[in-house]
């Protein structure tokens, strides 16, 4: 079964950085959207970026640009989230998903990975 695996969160001070990765088993995944999600306590999911699968195209929502990167590497079927300046209002779970660009709805999710900005 095609997985999607999110790892590199953890405890970053305020100001600090983490760069979070989105591995990916399974075949084609050039043809895929990627999109970071984010989902605070008590708050609801947000889109976090995104990237085309030739990497060509980023997108970012409001609370990450400037401040955090998307890249890709599809030779080793992984995506990046740099994310620099963390603010304690990043604290949350981060989500990556996939999609293909014919695709209304992701059809995979991983399990996310918690990010904490304290200091």
């Known amino acids: 079964q095609e997985q999607l695996v999110e790892s590199g969160g953890g405890l970053v001070q305020p100001g600090g950085s983490l760069r979070l990765t989105c591995a990916a088993s399974?075949?084609?995944?050039?043809?895929?959207?990627i999109d970071w999600f984010r989902q605070g306590p008590g708050k609801e999911r947000e889109f976090v970026a995104g990237?085309?699968?030739?990497?060509?195209?980023?997108d970012y929502g409001e609370s990450a640009k400037g401040r955090f990167t998307i890249s890709r590497d599809n030779a080793k079927n992984t995506v990046y989230l740099q994310m620099d300046s963390l603010k304690p209002e990043d604290t949350a779970v981060y989500y990556c998903?996939?999609?293909?660009?014919?695709?209304?709805?992701?059809?995979?999710w991983g399990q996310g990975t918690q990010v904490t900005v304290s200091s």
């Open positions: 998903a996939r999609r293909t660009i014919k695709q209304s709805e992701y059809d995979s």
């Open positions: 399974g075949r084609d995944f050039s043809t895929y959207i």
């Open positions: 990237i085309t699968g030739t990497g060509g195209r980023t």
